[in-house]
């Protein structure tokens, strides 16, 4: 059973920068497609950036060029560098990881979560204007 563990959510002002870890344990090593989605009150669950096997990513439009998404294969963990935080990012962050092994094309890890299999459980984030 694949285990996703984020950690590095809290509180930060308008302008600030956080950075999200996710530790993944109980497999053979990272997924074919590692993400980031986040889900805000009242909002279906969107995805935020994804990484394939070939560390080729995809992000957001409303994140693009604020967040960075990394991920460590030997050390089996998934990063999201956030800067320039806005009050619209504010939400729950899951981690999430694909069923599938390799990935190495959009369709197999995209912002739409269609191949993903397993989230954790979430940190949060609030930004303050």
């Known amino acids: 059973q694949l285990r996703l563990a984020e950690s590095g959510g809290g509180s930060v002002q308008a302008g600030g920068s956080l950075r999200l870890s996710c530790e993944v344990s109980g497999s053979t090593g990272l997924r074919g497609c590692m993400g980031w989605f986040r889900q805000s009150p009242g909002k279906q669950r969107e995805g935020v950036a994804v990484?394939?096997?070939?560390?080729?990513?995809a992000y957001a439009e409303s994140v693009k060029g604020r967040f960075t998404i990394s991920k460590d294969n030997d050390k089996n963990t998934l990063n999201l560098q956030m800067n320039v935080l806005t009050p619209d990012d504010s939400a729950m962050y899951y981690c999430a990881a694909s069923f599938t092994l390799y990935c190495d094309d959009s369709n197999c890890c995209g912002l739409s979560g269609r191949n993903i299999g397993y989230y954790g459980q979430g940190t949060p984030v609030t930004v303050s204007s």
């Open positions: 990484i394939d096997s070939r560390g080729v990513s």
